[in-house]
């Protein structure tokens, strides 16, 4: 067999015409059967010998040029890394490196324990980056027999030292059942033919005490998921590299109940939702992760003996579109379904993107040739328009990504497709998303189903209020960095945008590590046309008396937000956030209000009595329905990634920011607000519709009962019912979500949820004349029509809060 170097000298002088797995070829979106394969097959090699091939090129990538930038950088920079850590490797008892001391002194499982196993963990990831080094062409180690030898020397110390038959498992457990066999069997294909038998055969026994048949054997605890994909990763590996066939057949069967959607606990929903610990919505971490775990194995597998063939396996594909999709925006994925993830210092909402698109890119491959190229153009589409942190050029993305992406943009026969007019409301994890061609937004909810935020392994300490109706939105030409521009160590946490929260101060980590803490209340949720959405939360402060009820009317170029039944005995104000923006280092975006410029100082702060509209300039434009009385503060803040992370850096940064928000005064009663979101619109723009605004929006209700709008030019009425009632022409026997929307065709499409999944029965009225009812789901037991149309439903309490879709012809 040719060795590694010889392989990447070829892939280097052959133009990159050898790519990363078996598909169909370049010119058609795909990708050819990679050199290092063809060569397992032409040499007459065992199957495992191909499929050792086939990983390596999917861990390494191929079809670049390492002369070429920005991958001749980075492979001179992945050399630079190898070096150092061949330099300061010092096998030692209890290390491999001086700074990553992996005996612990009191071994169990508690969090003292943790950074012991990590450092076990790290250890082997380095030896991983060493051995990378040295199968890549360019990185000034390529086929550099002492880095080898480094490299089996540290597995080999790991071996005898701590990772082994006889270990008994200490600290974190995925650092011993999913971090550290990942990175050893990676290592054991990249250096499989340095290899001895006996060490091969040592280091497949240490994989599987950690990793034995029995750890997915039930679909239950830290086995669901991402985490059983990244077990079944581990297992299958060791199988290629032990030659195991039975090991490789249990962890593909393993996977099968990874792909049918749930309906309890972790995993796909059949509404898009992904959740992981149980009430976490984890789109951009673990779901990441099992987008990225899927995908490599459908490749690695496809076409050989263990291929994953499971009929539902095509529901994962679905979710590229129904769960992944909605919450990437121009680039970046959407902070409210990353969990603790938010917390980490180098990383970001659009580095966490990356990955994905990456690995989507890799999915299409398996997926139907239309699945393929409507996946390619969206993903074109987010790498062309992100213009503050561009894939292509992240520094750490991996080779095998970048190549992916870089031939994607390279090809002139995909056309990028613009972002969606669409709004999706994700009812099993209390998250929507409401994209238009010029900005996105999302919003995050908390509820009895749903944690507030996610705080374990000492990250995220202050991310306790994320589920208190935080809004965050996006513009195609501004806002992209919001997040990403240290926002999480800077902001001040009780001021999120679009948030209520009691200003009592919480304790870090408030709710216990993986405490998960949730509210009490039920009704959180809304009812979506796929357009447009009508939402609301019930909300309940963490560790607080803290209520209010807050809805959300998502339309076409502006969100609407009401505020009703605000009420609090905690001793502390009440505050609700109408937006909050990050100005970066030094922005001094001007800010006017009812047409008054402000001023630009820090720490100038102003209350206003009786606002009716305010602008930010380059961000967004804020209406204030019968005018309304709010507070503006421009403010430099400094924090530190350590303040929100145990493991951040502790230097100190500075941000500023514009900060709007009504004081409720302390423990207020029923107090209310009401605004309107224009992101992205400019002054004039703002002030336009200020002046229109009576004649275009009406308020129908805003109480703790009822909150509703109307707007008659787009023909929209949208209530949430808190509890029975009537507004406007609508009534509701029982508490709903109601969007009706009237078109220019004469016919109305009424859309109504339960989202505190209580109904066992409906009655709803809306009193204008329908003529006849089109469509109607199940769920609908009875319909009449006349001067008014009235609905009856059976028992909603079990559908989980979904919409449902009436329409009806007008008279």
């Known amino acids: 067999m040719a060795t590694p170097w010889s392989r990447r000298r070829f892939l280097g002088t052959s133009g990159g015409a050898a790519a990363v797995i078996l598909g169909s070829s370049a010119a058609a979106g795909g990708m050819a059967l990679s050199y290092s394969a063809v060569a397992a097959a032409a040499d007459g090699a065992d ?26 950088t980075m492979l001179a920079s992945l050399g630079t890394s190898a070096a150092n850590f061949r330099s300061t490797m010092a096998p030692a008892s209890g290390s491999l490196w001086p700074d990553l001391v992996y005996a612990d002194p009191d071994p169990d499982l508690d969090t003292e324990s943790y950074n012991f196993s990590a450092n076990m963990n790290n250890s082997y990831n380095r ?25 089996i020397a540290g597995l080999d110390h790991l071996y005898s030292d701590v990772y082994n038959e006889n270990t008994t498992q200490y600290g974190n457990w995925w650092n011993f059942q999913i971090g550290s066999p990942q990175a050893l069997t990676d290592i054991c294909v990249l250096l499989y033919d340095q290899l001895s038998e006996a060490q091969i055969a040592n280091y497949c026994k240490a994989v599987d005490k950690f990793l034995p048949d029995s750890i997915v054997g039930s679909y239950t605890g830290t086995s669901t998921g991402a985490n059983r994909v990244d077990l079944c990763r581990g297992m299958i590996l060791r199988g290629i590299v032990g030659k195991n066939e039975a090991k490789i057949r249990v962890a593909v069967d393993a996977l099968t109940p990874v792909f049918p959607y749930v309906t309890t606990g972790d995993g796909f929903y059949a509404d898009g939702s992904f959740v992981q610990h149980t009430s976490i919505p984890y789109i951009g971490g673990y779901g990441a992760v099992l987008n990225d775990g899927l995908g490599r194995l459908f490749a690695l597998l496809r076409g050989s003996s263990w291929e994953v063939n499971d009929p539902n396996s095509q529901l994962f594909l679905d979710t590229i579109e129904s769960a992944i999709a909605p919450f990437i925006y121009d680039g970046l994925m959407m902070d409210n379904v990353s969990g603790r993830g938010i917390s980490r210092v180098g990383g970001s909402d659009h580095t966490r993107a990356h990955g994905v698109m990456a690995s989507i890119v890799l999915l299409g491959q398996g997926a139907s040739p239309e699945e393929n190229a409507r996946w390619r153009a969206m993903v074109k589409g987010w790498l062309q328009r992100d213009y503050y942190a561009p894939a292509l050029k992240n520094p750490g993305m991996s080779l095998v990504n970048l190549s992916r992406l870089q031939t994607l943009m390279d090809d002139t026969s995909v056309k990028a497709s613009p972002e969606p007019v669409q709004s999706r409301v994700f009812h099993n994890m209390d998250r929507v998303t409401h994209r238009r061609r010029g900005w996105g937004a999302s919003l995050s909810m908390a509820s009895q189903r749903i944690a507030h935020y996610e705080f374990g392994n000492q990250e995220n300490f202050r991310g306790f209020h994320t589920g208190s109706g935080w809004l965050s939105w996006w513009g195609d030409s501004s806002g992209l960095e919001q997040y990403s521009d240290s926002f999480w160590p800077t902001v001040d946490p009780y001021r999120l945008p679009g948030t209520t929260v009691s200003k009592k101060k919480l304790a870090d980590g408030e709710g216990g590590n993986w405490g998960n803490p949730k509210p009490s209340t039920a009704w959180v949720g809304g009812a979506t046309d796929g357009e447009f959405s009508a939402v609301g939360q019930h909300l309940q402060g963490l560790s607080s ?3 209010a009820k807050k809805s959300w009317f998502c339309l076409d170029d502006s969100i609407v937000c009401l505020g009703a039944g605000i009420t609090s005995a905690d001793g502390t104000a009440v505050e609700s956030v109408v937006d909050n923006r990050n100005l970066g280092a030094s922005g001094t975006p001007a800010l006017t209000v009812d047409g008054a410029a402000q001023p630009k100082t820090q720490g100038w702060s102003h209350t206003f009595d009786d606002a ?4 930010l300039d380059g961000h967004a434009g804020y209406l204030f329905p019968g005018g309304a009385k709010f507070t503006a503060v421009r403010e430099e803040r400094t924090g530190a990634w350590k303040d929100i992370n145990a493991g951040g850096t502790a230097d100190a940064i500075t941000r500023r920011y514009v900060t709007l928000f009504t004081d409720h005064g302390t423990d207020p009663k029923d107090a209310t607000y009401a605004y309107v979101l224009l992101p992205g619109a400019s002054k004039a723009a703002t002030a336009t519709r200020a002046a229109a605004l009576p004649g275009q929006l009406k308020v129908l209700a805003n109480s703790g009962d009822q909150q509703g709008v109307q707007v008659p030019t787009l023909g929209v009425t949208a209530v949430n019912f808190w509890s029975a009632g009537t507004v406007g022409k609508v009534h509701a026997s029982a508490p709903a979500c109601v969007l009706i929307r009237e078109d220019r065709h004469g016919t109305a499409t009424i859309c109504v949820s339960d989202p505190a999944r209580q109904a066992t029965s409906l009655e709803l009225t809306w009193n204008r004349r329908v003529s006849s009812v089109l469509s109607k789901p199940s769920s609908v037991t009875g319909a009449t029509t006349g001067s008014s149309l009235k609905l009856t439903f059976g028992d909603l309490s079990g559908l989980a809060g979904a919409t449902q879709k009436i329409k009806v012809k007008l008279d």
């Open 545 to 547: 008396t803290m209520y």
């Open 127 to 151: 030896l991983r980056t060493m051995a990378e080094a040295y199968s890549q062409p360019g990185t000034g180690l390529t086929g550099d027999a002492g880095l080898k030898d480094a490299v």
């Open 47 to 72: 199957e495992y010998d191909a499929l050792r091939a086939k990983w390596r090129d999917l861990y390494l990538g191929a079809g670049f040029s390492p002369t070429a930038e920005p991958f001749k």
């Open 612 to 615: 009716k509209w305010a602008h």
